[in-house]
């Protein structure tokens, strides 16, 4: 196998999934008592929402630009970033390392395409839904129309992330209303939906959803696997 870095900490909620849904995927894949050769830089996250709510994206993506530097001197042959938002910065990040970024929009991009879907709703950050990143990137790279919900619904559902599911708290009310969002997402036209933020998918675990769900951060995970394994012949 193959060493993967993660550079994470954006929430460390997200990036614990991560960890866990790596070496989960390994002892699947492999068996026995394998798991996942991982390098970790975990960022403080105050210092990143500071930089996202102040404008700095230029300084945040040269912070992460270096974390991702000391990672690939660590071992790593690849990198995750463990989170939708920061991936606004990801040329900066993968402008300095030599070794490849796996976007999260591929990840996201390649199980729509799978399933035949064209037309999703994006859930994420206030940054995320509002800015044109991450919809084109999917747009330009496997043509998929991204919708995003109203500006009321925005703001809440980026409150309750940064308010709520960064700091692990996963409520009835929370959930009931991401529901509600994506029964209104499906009246609008969409086919399925995409959890664009890496918490999301713990709050909806075992939810009945009207949509069907992407969940960013298990098929980013399920990219980071393959990579691991593509040298050994994969799985």
Request: charged share 20%; glycine share 12%; with cysteine.
């Amino acid at each position: 196998m193959r060493t993967l870095g993660i550079l994470g900490g954006m929430s460390w909620e997200s990036t614990a999934l991560y960890y866990r849904l790596l070496n989960e995927g390994i002892r699947q894949r492999c068996g026995g008592l394998h798991s996942a050769p991982l390098v970790l830089h975990s960022v403080d996250f105050a210092a990143i929402a500071a930089q996202q709510r102040a404008g700095e994206w230029d300084a945040a993506g040269r912070q992460l630009a270096a974390a991702a530097g000391g990672l690939e001197r660590a071992g790593a042959g690849a990198l995750l970033l463990a989170t939708n938002t920061m991936h606004k910065v990801a040329p900066t990040i993968a402008a300095g390392t030599r070794i490849p970024l796996l976007h999260i929009g591929d990840a996201i991009g390649r199980a729509l395409a799978a399933d035949g879907w064209r037309r999703a709703l994006l859930l994420g950050t206030g940054f995320t839904m509002r800015e044109a990143f991450l919809r084109d990137y999917l747009h330009r790279r496997h043509g998929i129309e991204v919708l995003v919900p109203e500006t009321k619904a925005r703001a809440e559902i980026d409150r309750v992330i940064f308010q709520e599911l960064c700091l692990g708290r996963f409520t009835e009310a929370a959930r009931a209303f991401y529901l509600e969002v994506l029964a209104r997402g499906r009246k609008a036209g969409a086919e399925a939906a995409i959890l664009g933020c890496t918490e999301i998918g713990l709050l909806l675990d075992g939810a009945s959803s009207p949509l069907p769900l992407v969940d960013s951060a298990a098929e980013h995970v399920r990219m980071g696997l393959d990579w691991m394994l593509e040298a050994a012949g994969g799985s």
